[in-house]
C-alpha cells in the first residue's frame, strides 16, 4: 500500500493563496446555480434532520464553475470532515483503500476527475458506495480468498467535466446527480465585485459588468481577470480600477467581448481557414493547431457549443454563421496559449 498521508481541505488549494480567500467557504456565499444550490440543501438538510448519511453526489460541468466549491462546502454544512482525491492519481484499488478506510461516520470524500478512474477502482469502488463494505482478495488463483471488510456509512461526490466517459454502473449508483451550467454575466457580476471587496479593491457596478462579460461564464476565469486587471492597474494606471483600465488591461491579453481569449480564436480561424469551415475531426484540428484533443475537449469547445459558435455533426465539428461573424469582428488570436 502506498504510503497514507492525511488528506485535507488545504491540500486542494489552487496555486495561489488569494485562490482561498476567494473561495466560498459556505453554500449560502455561493452566487448563481439556484436550482443546483436549493437541490443540494434540500437534501443536506434532509440528511442532517435525519442523522442519515448524504446520498451520493456527481457534479458534472465544464472546469472553472463551481463543482469542488460545492464539494467543499457540503461537508461544512454538515458539519463533517472531508478528504480529497482527484482519479487521476487513483491508478490501482491500493491507491484508494487508505481513503476508504479513513472516511468517518457521515464524512465526505471527494474524488476530483473521477471518470478518470480505471476500471478496477471503479469496480472497488461499487460495494463502497452501495454497502459501505470493501472486498479484498488475497492470494491468488485456486487459494484466493474474498474478505469483507465494512466501512462507515459516508458521502462521495464525484465531480467530472466529461460526464459521457462515466460508465453506466458508477453513474448509477449516485442518487443526486447535478449538472453545472455556466453563469450568467450578472451572476459573474456579483462574484467579480465581492471578489473585489475581498481584495480590498474599491469597484463600481459598470467595471465589475465589464470583467464579467469578457469570462466566458465561469466564475474562475473572472477571479483570474480581476487579479489581472488589478496587476495591470497597480503597474500601469497608478490608480484605482475604472472601466477605462479593466478594457484595455483586457484587451491586451487579447480577451475578446464575449471573453475568448487568442487561443479560443486560433481554434475557430483553423476550422475556418484550415478546413473551410469544417466538418473536421477533433484529432486533425489538435494536431494542427499542436495541442492535445483532451485541452480541446475540456477548456475550448463546451463555451463555443453553448454559444452556438460551432456545431458537432457526425462528420466533426463545423463553424456556425455566428462563429464566422465572430472572427469577423475580433481582434487577431493573439498568444497562442490558453491563458489561464
Ligand atoms: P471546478 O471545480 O468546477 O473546476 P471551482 O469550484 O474550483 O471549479 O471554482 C473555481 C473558482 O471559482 C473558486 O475558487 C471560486 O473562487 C469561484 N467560484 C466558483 N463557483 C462560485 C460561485 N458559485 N460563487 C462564487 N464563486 C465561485
Not at 91 to 106: F, I, Q, R, V
Not at 221 to 249: F, G, K, P, Q
Request: with cysteine.
Amino acid at each position: 500500500m502506498s504510503e497514507f498521508r492525511e488528506p485535507s481541505i488545504e491540500s486542494m488549494e489552487d496555486s495561489q493563496p488569494e485562490d482561498r480567500v476567494l473561495r466560498p467557504q459556505r453554500l449560502e456565499e455561493m452566487i448563481g446555480q439556484q436550482d443546483v444550490h436549493e437541490r443540494l440543501a434540500i437534501a443536506i438538510d434532509a440528511a442532517r434532520k435525519r442523522s442519515e448519511p448524504l446520498g451520493h453526489i456527481l457534479l458534472d460541468g465544464p472546469p472553472g464553475l463551481g463543482k469542488t466549491t460545492f464539494a467543499t462546502c457540503i461537508p461544512r454544512e454538515l458539519g463533517t470532515s472531508l478528504q480529497i482525491a482527484s482519479g487521476a492519481a487513483l491508478g490501482a484499488p491500493k491507491d484508494l483503500l487508505p481513503y476508504l478506510t479513513n472516511a468517518g461516520e457521515s464524512s465526505v470524500l471527494f474524488i476530483d476527475e473521477i471518470h478518470r478512474l480505471p476500471i478496477a477502482v471503479e469496480e472497488f469502488l461499487y460495494p463502497a458506495m452501495e454497502d459501505f463494505r470493501i472486498d479484498i482478495i488475497l492470494g491468488d488463483g485456486m487459494s484466493a480468498r474474498t474478505i469483507n471488510m465494512p466501512l462507515q456509512p459516508f458521502t462521495l461526490v464525484g465531480a467530472t467535466t466529461r460526464a459521457g466517459l462515466l460508465s453506466a454502473p458508477l453513474r448509477d449508483r449516485f442518487v443526486v446527480r447535478e449538472h453545472l451550467d455556466y453563469y450568467s454575466v450578472s451572476e459573474l457580476a456579483k462574484i467579480v465585485f465581492r471578489s473585489a471587496g475581498k481584495l480590498d479593491m474599491p469597484m463600481d457596478d459598470e467595471t465589475a459588468t465589464e470583467i464579467a462579460g469578457r469570462s466566458r461564464g465561469t466564475p474562475r476565469l473572472a477571479n483570474n481577470r480581476l487579479r489581472w486587471v488589478r496587476d495591470y492597474s497597480t503597474s500601469r494606471a497608478n490608480r484605482l480600477v475604472d472601466l477605462e483600465i479593466a478594457r484595455t488591461a483586457l484587451e491586451m491579453q487579447g480577451i475578446d467581448e464575449l471573453g475568448l481569449d487568442g487561443f479560443d480564436r486560433r481554434y475557430l480561424e483553423t476550422l475556418q481557414r484550415v478546413f473551410g469551415g469544417g466538418p473536421a475531426g477533433i484529432e486533425a484540428i489538435a494536431h494542427t493547431m499542436s495541442t492535445a484533443v483532451d485541452t480541446l475537449e475540456d477548456d475550448v469547445e463546451p463555451f463555443l457549443l453553448r454559444y452556438e459558435l460551432i456545431v458537432r455533426t457526425p462528420r466533426g465539428r463545423r463553424l456556425t454563421e455566428r462563429g464566422e461573424a465572430h472572427l469577423g469582428d475580433a481582434p487577431p488570436s493573439g498568444p497562442q496559449q490558453k491563458l489561464f
